[in-house]
């Protein structure tokens, strides 16, 4: 019999955020190349802000749709610890990829400059100038950053474990169109 598997939602959820990010990063080290005080610098700055706060809309979505759904359950031959592990390790993707978008947000509301959404729209910001809470929050984005980054590469390493450790049904669960993998 195959083992269960995600559903075409979770699987479209999963593939289009992981896609998203991994853009939003690299657009999010190209900006903090850019000398400041050039303007190319503030289109960039006001791009990565305007996808940042629509990934983060699709991340509130996709949380919002995993706890209304249940995944399917793992196969019983994946050891009991791994089992928690991946609980822990999904559960932390989750919590920092919402609070990555969350600090940015927050941070750029005690800048005088706002957001300007894809560079047309002014989002007036919402907080008073502040430069302590804007950096605080700034950095805070950017140690999140990091500690995302490092989730990431830790799931994927207990993807690509599993690949080859023959227990190949655990990644087939998060692949469309494939089978169980026999
Ligand atoms: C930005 C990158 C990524 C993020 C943020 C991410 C996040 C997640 C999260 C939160 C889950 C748990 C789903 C749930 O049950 O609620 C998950 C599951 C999964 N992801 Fe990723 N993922 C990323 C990239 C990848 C990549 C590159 C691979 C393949 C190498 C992958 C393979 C899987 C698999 C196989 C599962 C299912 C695990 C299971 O059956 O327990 N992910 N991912
Ligand atoms: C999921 C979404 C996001 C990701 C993956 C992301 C990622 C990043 C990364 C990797 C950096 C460079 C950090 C460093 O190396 O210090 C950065 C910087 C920054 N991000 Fe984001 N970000 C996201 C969302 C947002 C949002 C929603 C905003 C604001 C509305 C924002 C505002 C900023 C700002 C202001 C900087 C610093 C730019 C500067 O140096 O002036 N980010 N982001």
């Known amino acids: 019999m195959d083992a269960p598997r995600y559903t075409r939602v979770a699987m479209a959820l999963h593939w289009l955020v992981a896609l998203c990010l991994i853009g939003q990063f690299v657009l999010g080290w190209y900006l903090e190349g850019i000398p400041r005080g050039v303007p190319d610098r503030s289109y960039f700055v006001n791009i990565h802000k305007s996808t940042g706060m629509l990934i983060g809309l699709l991340i509130l979505l996709r949380i919002g ?12 031959s994946v050891p009991d610890w791994q089992q ?9 993707l989750y919590f920092f990829m919402l609070m990555l978008p969350l600090t940015g947000y ?3 509301n005690f800048s005088k400059w706002g957001v300007k959404f894809f560079n047309t729209i002014e989002m007036p910001p919402w907080g008073m100038e ?45 692949l469309p169109g494939s089978s169980s993998g026999r």
């Open 65 to 76: 749709w995993r706890l209304a759904h249940r995944p399917p359950v793992l196969p019983a």
């Open 106 to 108: 927050i941070a750029s």
């Open 130 to 174: 502040d430069k302590a809470i804007y950096a605080f929050f700034n950095q805070l984005h950017g140690l999140i950053s990091w500690i995302l980054l490092g989730l990431i590469i830790l799931h994927v390493l207990a993807a690509v474990s599993h690949f080859v450790s023959g227990h190949r049904d655990v990644i087939y669960r998060m």
């Open 84 to 92: 928690k592990a991946a609980s822990v390790i999904h559960f932390l």
